[in-house]
């Protein structure tokens, strides 16, 4: 999936009647109710809450940028994806009203679930935007593996994370939920030749989709390597001074598999940096799945806040001037 979307202000609502506190039952005083409610959850029928409460408590900005940097630099793998990316432009002309475009999508996806009015109405929109690039990528959006695989690699994102800096995956009952969350994503999703379609049955499934099509042999092209220059540096931009964009840049390679830095010509990351962020990233694993507190802040309120909006309000204009300029 490639989102080049036009700018629009504002942050997905919360419309959920629970807003993220306790369920009835579990102690308003616990430190980690979060983890507890997921565990009592039935990821047959419940999957859309657990995925609102790991949006609200165990995602934040930071984690999604650097998915969102290292997603597409995955997602382009084939030629075509990298091309339509490329071609519009905005992930270099206004790289962070692009991630701040995109990520919107997901939020409202992760908060309000598939079967919300809201999300099926952003879904058809979705939809619409990327039907009005068909002709001018032909070589984009046509293979229905490639959706597939977009897919997969979000379901499966935290997973991979995890295997590359040797932690423990995620309980089965979050693997399923993350499944069936995507299943119905996907139902809603269509392509310029239908609906897509051969959605895996199983979260391992999507895990094996997508490690062997990123293992695919496709000729290079130059296209994939603009893309990832341009994803490392939206995130150091957004995060980081200059003087440090070398770390930053250790850090996205870091997270992106050996097969997707070859296939873009990508330098492999210093290996002493890589060894640091991935002990680093398995000591917030460890510490997340058993005794860190669940935050006290939903992250819906952070993207709702003053200051947050602000910065968005901000970047987002500056990006329209310099484009103008």
């Not at 379901?155 to 939920?177: F, T």
């Not at 992250?299 to 300029?325: F, G, H, I, M, N």
Request: proline letters at 7%; charged letters at 25%.
């Amino acid at each position: 999936m490639y989102d080049d979307t036009t700018a629009h202000s504002g942050s997905p609502a919360v419309t959920t009647t629970e807003p993220g506190g306790p369920a009835a039952g579990l102690s308003r005083r616990s430190r980690r109710w979060v983890d507890e409610e997921i565990a009592r959850l039935d990821p047959e029928t419940d999957y859309e809450r657990i995925v609102h409460l790991i949006a609200e408590y165990k995602l934040n900005d930071f984690v999604m940028n650097l998915n969102y940097a290292t997603g597409f630099m995955a997602n382009t793998v084939p030629p075509g994806g990298s091309d339509a990316i490329a071609g519009t432009g905005k992930a270099d002309s206004k790289p962070q009203t692009r991630y701040l475009d995109t990520v919107k999508f997901f939020w409202q996806w992760f908060f309000d679930g598939p079967s919300h009015p809201d999300v099926q109405a952003s879904l058809k929109r979705l939809n619409r935007l990327h039907a009005h690039l068909y002709d001018k990528f032909p070589q984009s959006f046509r293979d229905n593996d490639e959706w597939l695989f977009t897919v997969a690699n979000l379901a499966c994102g935290a997973d991979r994370m995890r295997d590359l800096v040797g932690a423990p995956r995620q309980p089965r009952n979050v693997q399923i939920a993350w499944h069936h969350f995507w299943r119905d994503i996907t139902a809603q999703m269509t392509g310029p030749n239908g609906q897509v379609h051969s959605y895996p049955d199983s979260y391992e499934g999507l895990l094996e989709l997508a490690e062997d099509y990123e293992r695919r042999q496709y000729e290079y092209t130059p296209t994939g390597r603009q893309v990832c220059e341009a994803m490392i540096r939206q995130f150091n931009e957004r995060f980081l001074p200059r003087p440090l964009h070398r770390v930053g840049r250790t850090l996205v390679l870091s997270f992106a598999s050996p097969a997707v830095r070859k296939r873009h010509g990508m330098e492999d990351p210093n290996p002493v940096g890589r060894w640091i962020f991935h002990r680093i990233f398995q000591v917030i694993f460890f510490a997340q799945d058993h005794f860190l507190p669940d935050p006290k802040t939903p992250t819906s309120e952070v993207l709702q806040s003053p200051k947050y909006q602000a910065w968005r309000k901000d970047v987002v204009q500056q990006e329209r001037a310099a484009k103008a300029a």
